[in-house]
């Protein structure tokens, strides 16, 4: 893919970011949503890809937009396949909390796993920890496993839980091992590429979360070396048919990083909406907004962290999809 193209994917999630900001704190998650999925489109109109969406919000008949086979950007330039998650924790931001995150990863065609919309057993671990865990194995001793590979105890680990009922035995297992738990109200991406990061203070990931966001944070671990194991976890026959019909003939089979994001030439972007352990939330000023974003290419392992200063005087368009 070209090399240019990862700072265009970082407009698309900018733009999302920017929008879904807008309804910090007021309490209608659809809005917040609907903006960010219209301002991530109207930039993706932009680009000069033949994109085809393959995790999206839904499919043709639940959403107006950004739903799994779309067809997204100008048609003329490389074919690719598209994840995106404009609002990755609506509640986050109807209630202004911390944690929401805009999300984009673009990869080859036939490269990111078709994940239905359904829920994935996860766990993930930054590079230093890569090939230390095993979603079969009892939590204490992947604890043990991970706490050796970063050269720490485990009484120093965090893990972060998604704060869900089906989640007590897991949150008891850790604290008996003696781990650090983070709980977390909605949004496993932003923790789970956070463990490739030594400043984020989070080590490892794990739970039940929807399986589109597993391959979203696998496809950033794949530009970092980290590493991520899942397994779909149906929880009716009609969405086990459903993951068959998309490729996934067991639907209880593990998946490894190599099923969830095949190949190395992938971009990933993300660009903070309220502020995580990943990325800085939007800041608005009286002449626009401040947004934080990290952007990353597999096949060279470059990672930036790009802080943009938008003139909303300058960009029209984008005040006007920053307003309701």
Known sequence: MERGLTLEIARVTEAAALAAARWL????KIAADDAAVTAMRAVFDSIDVDGTVVIGEGEMDEAPMLYIGE?????KGLKVDIAVDPLEGTNIVAKGLT???AVVAVAETGCLLHAPDMYMDKIAVGPKAAGSINLDAPVKENLKSVSSALGKSVS?????ILDRPRHNKIIQEVREAGARIKLISDG???PAVATAFDHSGVDIMMGIGGAPEGVLAAAALKCMGG???GRLVPETEEEIVRAQKMGLKDVHQLLTMNDLVKCEDVIFAASGITDSSLLKGVLFNATGAITHTVVMRGKTGTIRFIEAIHRFDKKPQWKKMCTD
């Open 25 to 28: 704190g007021r309490g209608d």
């Open 71 to 75: 067809k997204v950007g100008t048609g």
């Open 99 to 101: 944690g929401a995150i």
């Open 156 to 160: 120093d680990l965090t893990v972060v």
């Open 188 to 190: 496993d991406v932003a």
């Open 227 to 229: 590493e991520m194991q």
